[in-house]
């Protein structure tokens, strides 16, 4: 048995084998691995299957040799029409992320070995990625990011227990798993460094600088090193923002040495939850306390401009954003720095602010 599963894993190695899924387990192992999140990486290996499949289906076989462009574009539009189910297809940015990846692999496996795929069939002539309209920015006005820091001000008011003796003691214990320092320190550093939910929960202590809550209360800036994005890409910031820096001094100070473990390493930890236990904070928990603090915020506004539920993480980057531009009059080469995109039409995402929001931060910028 030992020797039969030697010679199959040798199998797949072999310089001249001709199959789909053999090379794909082999750029999966070298180049997606260790290098990437669990869950993009188990993403990227179901849609290279979903290709494999759809070719195999197509021919009989996924002999590598084979495959050309006709093949990518056929696989596209059935992502596009059928991908989910018969007559339902999966978004055209979902699409675009399958061919992505797709891209991916077969630029590596051309690399690797021309004489099995003499030219990379994602590329050239025709091969562009379904276009997506620009979407509507939901960057939150002036208005509504002062009333949404005056509820983040009064946040430890919205976690104390419900009940008569809670009412009339002036210091009210807060429910047991509630976090407001954590939440709050949450928010600040998402409006003041605009960075994605998927690299906020991924930030480890070490990579705050500096971590200790004295230093951080006395200093003007802080940074955040080695932050992960998207691929391979790593990033710095340094932070000036008072709030955010005093925000994380006293969540460090008074809230994160309940939860830590001797061997915690993420700066933010979910806490004593049933389902979550002491580990880092997950995307879906970021999603839950924004809604939670979206909605608690929209009790209080009867005007309905000043509403902004549905709360989302993307919201505070799209805010980081407006204020950026401008502030450095809409500079490209800020921007794609500091938001981490190279690509002009993700920026014109992120710069394509309805009127009003534009106006309510020239307005209070004016002001200043």
Sequence with gaps: MT????????????????????????????????????????????????????????????????????????????????????GVGFAASTVNNHKNHLSLFMGWLHEQRPHLLPEDPTKGKGMRDIQLPVPEVRALTEAQLRSLINLLDRLERFYVLKGRASAIDPNPPLRKNARPKRDRAIVY??????????????????????????????????????????????????????????ALADYLEFERP????????????????????????????IN???????????????????????LAPHDFRHTYAVYLAIRTGYSKIILQRELGHANDRYLETYTNFPDEVVEGYQDENRNR
């Design 189 to 246: 550093l998402l409006l003041a460094t605009g960075i994605r939910r998927e690299m906020l929960v991924n930030l480890d202590l070490d990579q705050l600088q500096p971590n200790d809550p004295d230093l951080l209360r006395i200093g003007r800036v802080f940074k955040l090193n080695r932050i992960k994005g998207k691929g391979r890409t790593e990033s710095r910031k340094t932070v000036i923002d008072k709030d955010a820096r005093e």
């Design 288 to 310: 839950r306390i924004l809604k939670k603090i979206g909605s608690w915020h929209d009790a209080e506004q009867s005007d309905p401009e000043r509403k902004i539920q549905p």
């Design 3 to 86: 020797k039969k599963g030697t010679q199959k894993v040798m199998s797949l190695y072999d310089p001249e084998v001709d199959q789909l899924t053999a090379w794909k387990e082999r750029f999966m192992e070298e180049e997606i691995r260790g290098d990437r999140s669990e869950n993009i990486v188990a993403k990227i290996d179901l849609q290279l299957q979903r290709f494999i499949e759809f070719f195999r289906k197509r021919y009989g076989h996924e002999r590598v040799t084979a495959v050309t462009k006709r093949d990518v574009k056929a696989w596209v539009d059935f992502l596009y029409e059928e991908g989910k189910e018969p």
């Design 258 to 285: 309940l939860d830590a473990q001797p061997n915690s390493k993420a700066l933010f930890i979910s806490g004593p939850t049933a389902n979550e236990g002491t580990g880092r904070l997950s995307v879906g928990r």
